[in-house]
């Protein structure tokens, strides 16, 4: 059923013949991001900016409907709070306003978070549920939409960037830490690792795979810094806004 609880002859499998077709999609557009790059930079692209803001505002509202609606929602584990949640918000904020400091924070985890999400998902729910379409093209625009703003609007991460991610989650972690203890939450894996398999199973056992993380996230970010770093644009994206 679309909207019907999972059972195990529907689970989702890493790499199953679904799983390939959406990498296969998100490999594809993203390589009709950049091949198109030059005519996305037009201003008749701010009505679908727009219009893609909404639609993941009016998805993220059914999945949340659709979890009271099958009583799985919980506090625990259902708010906006881990980091692809917090990157989808950030996302719509980027589309509806096209601020710089929306980029600067949602570059790092698109590519590092929603990125290892699509490749890794820790999904109970296979095609054709309501919940593998929501998982998939929530992480996968999240991903699109800072190649969108990269290619085709010259917007590009600073030194500084990684700065503010640094502090930005710093200063969300013992809010996290509190809901998890207070709720009995895992939001960021930060009490166990995902029941499935993921990149998360290289960090080391708990709690040290944690701290593996925080140095991890500090290599990478600056590591993705000097890879998509460019100098100019930066510059033109400092005029956009902040």
Same mark, same amino acid.
């Given at each position: 059923?679309?909207?019907?609880?999972?059972?195990?002859?529907?689970?989702?499998?890493?790499?199953?013949?679904?799983?390939?077709?959406?990498?296969?999609?998100?490999?594809?557009?993203?390589?009709?991001?950049?091949?198109?790059?030059?005519?996305? /930079?037009?201003?008749?692209?701010?009505?679908?900016?727009?219009?893609?803001?909404?639609?993941?505002i009016l998805s993220?509202?059914?999945?949340?409907?659709?979890?009271?609606? /099958?009583?799985?929602?919980?506090?625990?584990?259902?708010?906006?709070?881990?980091?692809?949640?917090?990157?989808?918000?950030?996302?719509?904020?980027?589309?509806?306003?096209?601020?710089?400091?929306?980029?600067e924070t949602l570059?790092?985890?698109?590519?590092?978070?929603?990125?290892?999400?699509?490749?890794?998902?820790?999904?109970?729910?296979?095609?054709?549920?309501?919940?593998?379409?929501?998982?998939?093209?929530?992480?996968?625009?999240?991903?699109?939409?800072?190649?969108?703003?990269?290619?085709?609007?010259?917007?590009?991460?600073?030194?500084?960037?990684?700065?503010?991610?640094?502090?930005?989650?710093?200063?969300l972690l013992p809010?996290?830490?509190?809901?998890?203890?207070?709720?009995?939450? /895992?939001?960021?894996?930060?009490?166990?690792?995902?029941?499935?398999?993921?990149?998360?199973?290289?960090?080391?056992?708990?709690?040290?795979?944690?701290?593996?993380?925080?140095?991890?996230?500090?290599?990478?970010?600056?590591?993705?810094?000097?890879?998509?770093?460019?100098?100019?644009?930066?510059?033109?994206?400092?005029?956009?806004?902040?």
């Open positions: 059923m679309f909207f019907g609880p999972s059972n195990i002859s529907s689970k989702f499998n890493l790499f199953s013949i679904s799983h390939l077709v959406i990498l296969t999609l998100f490999i594809l557009i993203g390589v009709a991001i950049f091949h198109y790059r030059y005519k996305l /930079n037009d201003d008749k692209c701010r009505k679908a900016e727009i219009g893609v803001a909404i639609s993941l993220e509202l059914i999945y949340h409907f659709w979890m009271i609606q /099958n009583g799985i929602w919980k506090i625990g584990r259902s708010l906006p709070l881990e980091l692809c949640n917090i990157g989808l918000i950030l996302c719509v904020m980027l589309l509806l306003t096209r601020k710089k400091i929306f980029f570059f790092f985890i698109s590519l590092l978070g929603a990125t290892q999400a699509i490749l890794t998902p820790a999904l109970s729910y296979n095609f054709p549920h309501f919940r593998f379409f929501h998982f998939f093209y929530t992480h996968m625009m999240i991903v699109w939409v800072i190649l969108f703003f990269m290619w085709a609007k010259g917007y590009y991460p600073t030194f500084k960037s990684v700065l503010k991610l640094i502090i930005f989650l710093n200063l809010v996290i830490l509190f809901v998890n203890k207070r709720y009995n939450g /895992n939001y960021w894996f930060l009490r166990h690792k995902p029941d499935s398999l993921s990149l998360f199973d290289l960090l080391g056992p708990y709690p040290w795979y944690i701290f593996t993380l925080e140095g991890l996230l500090l290599l990478l970010s600056f590591g993705v810094w000097l890879l998509w770093r460019r100098g100019e644009s930066v510059k033109n994206c400092s005029q956009v806004g902040d």
